[in-house]
């Protein structure tokens, strides 16, 4: 399978030496690696490739190349790297990819415009053979049309020529589509075409190969290369190697010293700074235990048995056995925190200064270039928008390696957190803390290390290792606890983007590429090109304001549109080829028997108007926006109902975990749990947990393992739809992006303030009181004549008590609700005809405080399964005479959000806080008690 490597000479200590100059010692190479810890895939590899059989590929580093000629002309082909199923690494050329560019023949007959674009490109491009035209017809995505508009396709041998024609195309004021501008990112609009798989297994047939030193190198047509089927899943020779695919992440973390002392910080550009160490971990991606640690260092340090440890002697040498690291590596995934604005840009401005960037970046990269080319292209900055804030980020760009800054993903995932150190998202994430080494201590064990040589320095110098190995362990555990680079592959399957797309842009390009794609498909053609610069914005949502206070006499239920704007875009047809901008155009459609939705709204000062086509449910009339809209619900909804079991599973198996964290043994938490059942579940409790029975705690813990990581990538998968559907609107009204329209933001925005006023009057009609309304959400209060019962029962205190008379209203209130829900929903089909916009309860807040717009606190009640779990517990507890109840009740409310404290404070003010609470006074004891 592979050519061994010296890796396992390092001394008995588990030391080896590094001078620079001859071969690193004593680190494995990728293929040791797989060899080491085969998942018995390797057999099945070569018997697959022997017989020429298709084999299965995960890409993540994705390229576009122009290293082959034909016929003296340098030819396009997509270079995409990845592993192979039994984790080797390999490199997959895709070739027979033809760039192109489509040009609107407009006052022209094709022939005539044909003279014209030669014109242009042969005094761009220097030589009649560097394109070729190709006459299509398409419909145009702006605009309703019943016909197709003639275009012309220019294409090209490579990508770097067809962007030099479209510049010159374009600055003659051709409008042009299909005319993604930018070269690097060409990749995107080949996928989009091909629908090729870029973050997902895909399948390589009738391919031809060579064996490197650390790779496979492939070789196929774009049409060999396409995506897997859900069948080959349900292969039980390979299905848990596709469900756990051996990409290899490695994680790393330096530190740095400066000699001038602590107030100094290190720079990479003072001479008197240097970087001291680099530690490393291996993992397969979906691992938190590490294959391989490596630990880099220039002065002696105690060896550990845990990593391998490497003595440079010098920063220089360090930097050069990092380098060669990363080659023998070979990782598809390099993580650190916050790496991206400091352990990146010290080792490369370090290394360009000592003369090294050069040989360092060669090593790591399966494609050589010089220096100043790797400056210029390869050290890349990218602007990330977290949370609507630029975040700067600056990295090497290793040709075969993405770089992931884990830091800005979790400041995205706890967006609202004040904090974002590594501490931090561990706690969050409740796992074991780093290390704690304060600076000044490291500075003086490192300068006494340089001073001299001894046990004691040695020593310090490894708890320093230590410190510095457990930090980039840390993040390949927070990175697989989120299940990060899973959730990212979701996202960027469903828009045939790559892995460093879903991570370096937001989510507007995504969007875009998903509509172009989807575009494509339907045969309508798009530019990518914005040409917009508006900057105001649209009318906004309608707010009926909240009437501030304590509400603690009826419970307040949540009436909300499921995903608001995505159903109004799908029930009005709102989609730039169905949107008419002529009121004469729209007179003759309605004329012809066209039934039309009228936008109309503000902008500007200025009155819009505009109209929709309505579908009228008929799929050869939906729009573009529509089509994709409802094809992505319709995806998420299956998957929800995959999701649905394996969640009922997992929080079945928490049962059990629960109990077993009181000193349980496994068969006694599983009898106490099924004996404590509700008649009703008992039968699915016993078929899903009887079988643990005679099992031993750890297969027991193995499952769940299992059926957690099988839950979170299908949340994944709804979660990543869910983003894409929310962000159309976004889309639309974003003036940078390419499917701007304002009359199609306006008439989401309009139709959305309609509705909710709408409904608004239809439950006022039955009775309901609104407490607070906004954009897609109503909270209510039953009518008063739901609660007689309930107050009969309660006989202002002389019957039943409090607490039951609370959960009374509550349940009353769940019932009411529900079948609110179902009427308003009918209403609601009635008004516009279609079935897509409907409205659902979450849950009922009882007490509640409202103390302005987007500012609620209360308490939910929910009908939901998770709240057994605390039942369970609790029968044990109580059967059991345990003094943790307290404690237990209080971490349960923490658990679902609340703290038991607020229970008790909200509930305390029933009887002494008025009801002309001002919202200052409220928000006082928010802040008190909170």
């Known amino acids: ?64 190349d122009t290293s082959e000629y034909v016929n003296g002309i340098s030819s396009y082909i997509l270079h995409i790297s990845g592993c192979l199923i039994n984790g080797q690494k390999a490199v997959v050329n895709i070739t027979g990819i033809k760039p192109f560019f489509d040009v609107e023949v407009d006052n022209y007959s094709p022939s005539s415009f044909k003279t014209v674009l030669a014109r242009i490109l042969s005094a761009t491009l220097k030589n009649t053979s560097k394109f070729g035209f190709e006459d299509i017809r398409a419909f145009p995505l702006q605009g309703y049309h019943t016909e197709k508009k003639a275009y012309i396709r220019v294409s090209t041998w490579n990508h770097f020529d067809r962007y030099n024609a479209l510049k010159a195309v374009r600055e003659v004021g051709i409008h042009t589509a299909s005319d993604d501008l930018t070269p690097k990112y060409y990749y995107r609009k080949v996928a989009r075409e091909e629908r090729l798989p870029l973050s997902s297994w895909a399948v390589l047939s009738d391919y031809s190969y060579t064996l490197s030193d650390n790779a496979y190198l492939f070789r196929v047509s774009v049409g060999n290369y396409n995506p897997i089927s859900d069948d080959e899943y349900k292969n039980p020779l390979i299905s848990s190697a596709l469900l756990r695919d051996r990409t290899l992440v490695l994680t790393w973390d330096i530190e740095t010293y400066s000699s001038l002392g602590l107030g100094k910080f290190p720079t990479a550009q003072s001479d008197e700074s240097n970087v001291f160490m680099i530690c490393m971990s291996v993992h397969w991606k ?68 000592l003369g090294v960037l050069e040989r360092m970046f060669n090593r790591m990269s399966f ?173 906004g949502a309608y707010v009926f304001p ?80 529509a089509i994709v809209l409802e094809y992505l619900s319709v995806k998420r909804v299956e998957i929800k109902k995959r999701l649905a079991p394996v969640k009922e599973k997992k929080e079945d198996m928490e049962l059990v975990i629960g109990l077993m964290d009181k000193d349980l043994s496994l068969p006694e938490a599983i009898e106490h749990v099924l004996a404590k059942a509700e008649e009703k579940n008992r039968a699915s409790l016993n078929k899903k947990l009887y079988y643990f029975i005679n099992k031993e705690k750890h297969e027991f813990m193995a499952e769940y393992d299992s059926v957690c990581f099988e839950y979170s990538c299908l949340d994944a998968g709804q979660n990543a739809i869910k983003v894409y559907m929310n962000s159309f609107y976004g889309t639309a009204g974003d003036s940078k992006s390419p499917f701007f329209l304002r009359e199609l933001a306006g008439g989401v925005t ?144 923490k658990v679902v959000g609340l703290e038991i404290t607020r229970y008790r404070t909200l509930s305390k003010l029933q009887d002494d806080k008025k009801d002309n609470s001002s919202e200052a006074d409220i928000d006082d004891i928010i802040e008190l008690y909170g």
């Not at 030391?15 to 085969?38: K, M, Q, W």
């Not at 220039?298 to 930097?319: A, H, K, M, R, Y």
């Open 1 to 64: 399978m592979h050519t061994p490597t010296n890796f396992d000479q390092t001394d008995r200590s588990g030391t080896a030496r590094y001078d620079g100059a001859g071969p690193l010692v004593g680190i494995p190479s990728r293929n040791d690696i797989v060899a080491e810890f085969d998942n018995g895939m390797t057999a099945i590899l070569q018997q697959y490739l022997s017989n020429k059989q298709s084999i299965h590929f995960m890409p993540t580093e994705v390229s576009d």
């Open 286 to 353: 979906d691992d938190p235990n590490p294959l391989k640690q490596i630990c880099l260092v220039d002065v002696e340090t105690t060896p550990d048995p845990s990593w391998i440890t490497i003595i440079c002697g010098s920063q220089t040498n360090l930097l050069k056995a990092f380098a060669l690291c990363r080659e023998l590596l070979s990782p598809d995934i390099q993580i650190g925190f916050n790496d991206s604005q400091y352990d990146w840009r010290f080792i490369v401005e370090k290394a360009k200064k």
């Open 367 to 539: 494609k050589p270039l010089s220096l100043e080319k790797i400056t210029k292209w390869q050290y890349q900055y990218n602007q990330i928008k977290v949370n609507d804030i630029p975040f700067h980020s600056k990295h090497l760009n290793t040709p075969g390696c993405v770089a992931i800054d884990i830091r800005p993903c979790f400041m995205k995932l706890y967006s609202k957190a004040e904090k974002s150190s590594l501490a931090f998202y561990l706690n969050e994430c409740g796992l074991e803390s780093k290390m704690d080494m304060p600076f000044h201590r490291m500075f003086k064990y490192y300068g006494r290390a340089l001073r001299e040589t001894n046990a004691t320095t040695a020593e310090q110098m490894h708890e320093v290792a230590k410190y510095c190995m457990i930090d980039a362990l840390s993040c390949q555990r927070l990175m697989v606890k989120r299940n990060v680079i899973n959730e990212y592959r979701k996202v960027a399957n469903i828009a045939f983007i790559s892995l460093s797309d879903a991570h370096y842009f937001a989510i507007g390009m995504k969007v875009s590429n998903l509509l172009s794609a989807s575009a494509w498909r339907e045969g309508v053609l798009t530019s990518t090109i914005s040409e917009r610069t508006e900057t105001e914005s649209f009318p």
């Open 546 to 625: 909240p009437i501030k206070g304590l509400e603690n006499r009826r419970p307040v239920t949540g009436l909300d549109f499921r995903s608001l704007y995505p159903s109004l875009i799908m029930t009005y047809n709102l989609s730039p080829d169905k949107i008419i901008l002529s009121r004469k155009h729209a007179e003759s459609l309605r004329d012809s028997g066209k039934t039309l939705h009228e936008i109309n709204f503000k902008f500007n000062g200025n009155d819009v108007l505009a109209w929709s086509i309505r579908h009228n449910n008929i799929p050869e009339d939906k729009g573009l926006y």
């Open 750 to 893: 309009s139709a959305g303030r309609r509705n909710i006023k709408l409904v608004a009057d239809f439950v006022k009609s039955r009775g309901f009181q609104i407490k607070y309304g906004d954009t897609d959400s109503l909270y209510l209060v039953c009518p008063e004549e739901c609660f007689q019962e309930c107050d009969e029962l309660y006989d202002y205190g002389n019957g039943i008590p409090k607490e039951e008379y609370w959960s009374l209203m509550v349940e009353n209130s769940m019932g009411e609700i529900e079948k609110l829900r179902d009427e308003v929903n009918a209403f609601l089909r009635k008004d516009n005809g279609a079935p897509y916009l409907k409205m659902a309860y979450e849950e009922v807040l009882f007490p509640v405080v409202f103390t302005g717009k987007k500012k609620y606190y209360g308490i939910p009640h929910e009908n939901s399964k998770a709240m057994t779990l605390e039942k369970y517990i609790l029968a044990y507890i109580q059967e059991n005479e345990c003094a943790l109840l307290a404690d237990l009740r209080s971490t349960w409310f």
